[in-house]
Every structure is written in C-alpha cells, then in structure tokens.
C-alpha cells in the first residue's frame, strides 16, 4: 500500500488539476506510512482520478514513464482488480516457500545431487510468463517434492526396521546368518527397496523359527518338570532329546519293569503320553494296573501345568486294556539312552 501510494502521490502531484488538494494530503500521509481503514478506497479514488484527467495535456518524459508504471494496460485498474492482483500474488509466494522448503529438505537429507531435477523445474516454472500455466507447472512441482520427501522417509523407516531385525539375529549368535547380515550392514538409504523387502523377509522368518524354538522347548520342560514333580526320573538334556528323537521313556522307580514314554511335537502343542513296558518278561496282569495308575497322574500332569499358566487337553483317550502295552526293547531303550547322553 505505501508504495502503491507513493507512486500514485507523485502522479498526481505532476498533475494537480487531476484531484482534490485533500485526496493528495490523505495520499501523502499513506506514502509516508500512516495506515488507514479506508486506504484502498483512496487508493482507487486516487488511481480513477488520474485516469479521467484530460487527454489533451502534454506530459513530461519523466511523467510518461511514471504512468507506464502504475498501469498494466490501457485499461486503468479498478479497486477489484487491484484486490485480485494482490490474492493471485500470495498463493504464488505460498508455493514458492513450500517448495524452497522441500527442496532444503532433500538437499538436507540425500544430498545437493538429489535435489537438481526440482531446480531445473522451478528455474523453467518460473521463466513461464503465463501465471495459470506457471502456477499449474509449480503445483505439480509442489506434489512431485512432497511424494519424494515421503518416499525418503519411508524408505529411511524400512533402512532402521531392517537394521533392528538384523541386531536381534545376529544376537542369536547362529554362523550360517553371516551372510545375510553382511547384506543388510552394506544397506543405504538409497538402496533398492525390494532388496530392503528381502532382508527384512528373512530375518523375521528367522527370528519367528527360533521364538516358535523356545515356546516349544519351554512346553517341553514344563510337562517334564511336571513329570518329575511325580515321581518320573527327568534327566538334564531330556528336553533337547525329546527334540531330536521326536519322544523320550521316562523310567519311575515306584514302578519299577514300566515307564511313560512322551512324544510328539511340542512347536504344535500336540503331545502323546503313555505308559509303556520296559521288560518283556513281566507280569502282564500289572498292566492293567499301571494304565489306572497313569490315567491319575495325567489329570494331576494337568493341574500343575494349570497352575504354571499351561494347558494340556486331551484330543484321543484310549480306555484302560482298549490296546496292549507298547514294549520298548532293550535296544531300542539304549539308543534313547544314547540321544539322550548326547543332549546333555
């Protein structure tokens, strides 16, 4: 408004018949900085005043050049065209900061290489004398910079997740992970986000196998500490050789000729218990009396697990005699024995 005013001022006063003695002091005391509500009023009052000034007088060269000045075409401005000069010159400076930010921000965060492509676009925006393509070329430019700046982000999101799984696998200490973790150290930020995809693919799927691991290793040692608890005998290693043979015999010396031989998988939950012969030559009618004995023990097997926080449900019961004790051989007990020296 001030300059606006100063120009109009010095219009006016190389032309004093143009207007009021008034209108020129109120317009001064706008050029000199006093703000008034009605200053785009006298601004216009002031501009319509000096276009209806007679034609027929002679303007100096210094006059000449200042009116050039103060119009943009032959037409003089009227008050709402002013006011809609001055709404398309904002958002266009709104673009501008928008995108003087974005492009900071890639220079900031990838480098001054990054941000090259969007200066040539803004150089070429800018060069475009028409404002509704100019500002057409800036929006898309404005888009194009924010979509760049979410996708760097996104991708240094993929970079940390990936470089936080590849720690906890490594923690794990296994050798045959080296590999993979080496590809996932020499990651960057512009690496190929598939290849970031990949690793991280992997390493949850490794670190899902060894938590699934440890849950069933612990189902494992709560049924065999539970067993112990009655009275079985729960040897140290029983649990990783329950793992590699897929079943263990444990032995009870109140029972002496039988056992209980658990298997099954633990990763699914899924168990089998039951009481087996150790001897050959036995008393076979005790067997009826072990399958009764057993049958006991499994629902106090339950309760102890119940009161850990673990379940054990029965799928498929088979009643007492229904079928003949297993026997397990004396070969076949030696070679448990052995899975089980070699799980110590």
Request: glycine content about 6%.
């Amino acid at each position: 408004l001030q300059e606006n005013a100063s120009a109009l001022r010095q219009a006016l006063d190389a032309r004093p018949d143009a207007a009021s003695a008034a209108l020129r002091q109120t317009l001064h005391t706008l050029a000199d900085g006093v703000l008034r509500d009605d200053a785009e009023a006298l601004l216009a009052q002031g501009f319509a005043a000096l276009a209806s000034a007679p034609a027929e007088e002679r303007l100096s060269e210094a006059q000449r050049e200042l009116a050039q000045r103060l119009k943009t075409d032959e037409t003089p401005m009227s008050l709402e065209q002013w006011r809609a000069r001055q709404q398309q010159d904002a958002p266009h400076e709104q673009r501008l900061a928008r995108i003087d930010r974005h492009i900071a921000e890639l220079q900031l965060l990838q480098g001054e290489a990054s941000a090259q492509a969007f200066l040539e676009r803004l150089a070429r925006a800018e060069a475009e004398q028409r404002p509704e393509r100019r500002n057409l070329l800036l929006d898309s430019l404005v888009l194009d910079l924010a979509q760049a700046a979410r996708e760097h982000q996104q991708q240094r999101q993929r970079l940390e997740h990936l470089q936080d799984l590849a720690s906890e696998v490594a923690a794990l200490g296994a050798a045959e992970h080296a590999e993979l973790l080496q590809r996932a150290a020499a990651c960057q930020p512009d690496s190929d986000p598939q290849q970031l995809a990949e690793l991280t693919e992997r390493c949850n799927a490794i670190l899902t196998a060894h938590l699934q691991q440890q849950a069933a290793l612990a189902r494992r040692q709560a049924v065999l500490q539970g067993l112990a608890s009655l009275g079985y005998e729960v040897r140290e290693g029983m649990a990783t050789a329950w793992a590699q043979t897929g079943r263990v015999v444990l032995r009870k010396p109140a029972t002496p000729g039988y056992g209980l031989e658990v298997g099954g998988t633990a990763d699914n939950g899924r168990l089998q218990l039951r009481a087996v012969a150790l001897n050959a030559n036995r008393d076979s009618q005790r067997d009826r009396d072990i399958e009764t004995l057993w049958c006991g023990e499994f629902q106090r097997l339950q309760a102890l697990l119940a009161a850990q926080g673990g379940e054990l449900s029965v799928e498929r019961a088979l009643g007492v005699g229904e079928v003949a004790l297993k026997e397990i051989g004396e070969e076949e007990q030696r070679e448990m024995g052995v899975a089980r020296q070699r799980g110590l």
